[in-house]
């Protein structure tokens, strides 16, 4: 009964383990453009209602369709 409680216990414990792990700040540099990948973009930046600042690059398509990409 003991090892049944500690299973639940530990499954339980698991998501959270995983969110503080993931949400410790790590930054990882991006090292490449996307003038290394042969594509024309612009640097843009937004300021949210809340003052935080949002970076990213504008890559133009070829139609009015787009891609969205969030990371992070």
């Not at 383990?17 to 612009?42: C, D, M, N």
């Not at 843009?44 to 133009?60: E, F, K, M, S, V």
């Amino acid at each position: 009964m003991k090892w049944v409680l500690a299973t639940l216990l530990m499954a339980a414990l698991y998501p959270v383990f995983v969110v503080y792990r993931q949400s410790l700040g790590h930054k990882t540099e991006i090292l490449k453009s996307p003038a290394e990948w042969g594509a024309a973009y612009e640097d843009i930046t937004y300021r949210t209602a809340d003052g935080l600042t949002l970076r990213g690059w504008w890559i133009p398509g070829r139609d009015e369709r787009a891609v969205l990409l969030l990371h992070g």
